[in-house]
């Protein structure tokens, strides 16, 4: 099989609280702490650095962002959770807005980022939890894979997917050296024909008559 490819990727929208969700196409979305990595991930995965905005500065993304690739389906970065400088308004806004957004139906995947070189907080088992309360299916991402040992990276990356409380695997990555980037593609790829094939199959057949 052809390894799946991104050939085109592009800022769609922001969504907030006040809705606005662009038209159901397959949907894969991004959480984790801020600063854990997840805008550097969405531009590694679509080899454009400039896509989604990267800074030092933790909190810089706070609505649901849509980058619409190959014309066909969404990678969606959320605003990450653990801000220490976040006053308490701004997190009840976060919570309001990640509610509406995991229970809204429309992520067919979730990619849960764990920094690799840290355990889980409290705050990623709570949402570990709230993933397997909705029924949402994810995979578990190690990220900054570059700051361990090579010979270390997956057995961090397993423990935090443990500590967690998922089984205990996951996929170190960087977006520093490009290492995962084929196997979240892959994982993408089988996402969206998995999805884009489901679709088709729920059309209805057209009504005939006895
Ligand atoms: N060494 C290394 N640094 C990384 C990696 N990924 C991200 N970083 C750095 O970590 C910092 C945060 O990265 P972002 O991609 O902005 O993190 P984020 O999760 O989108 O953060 P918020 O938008 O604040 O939630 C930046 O300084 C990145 O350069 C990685 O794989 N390796
Ligand atoms: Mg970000």
Known sequence: MEP???????????????????????????VGRSNVGKSSLINCLTGNGKLARISAAPGKTRLVNYYLVNDSFYLVDLPGY???????GEKESWGRLMESYLTSGRV???FL???????PTGEDKQMFQFLL???????????????VAKSK????????AKLVGAPPWGLPFSAET????????ARLGAVVAEKSSAVQENEPEPLTEA
């Open 113 to 119: 980022l764990l920094d690799i070189r840290h355990e």
């Open 153 to 160: 990276r997956q057995q961090a990356a397993n423990q935090n």
């Open 4 to 30: 799946f490819r991104i050939r085109k990727a592009a800022f769609l929208t922001s969504v907030g609280l006040a809705g606005g969700y662009p038209e159901k196409r397959p949907e894969i979305a991004l």
């Open 178 to 185: 490009g290492e995962g980037r084929e196997e979240l593609l």
């Open 133 to 147: 309360y909705y029924g949402i299916p994810f995979t578990i991402v190690a990220t900054k894979a570059d700051k």
């Open 108 to 110: 067919d995947h979730l």
């Open 82 to 88: 653990g801000f220490a400088q976040r006053s308490k």
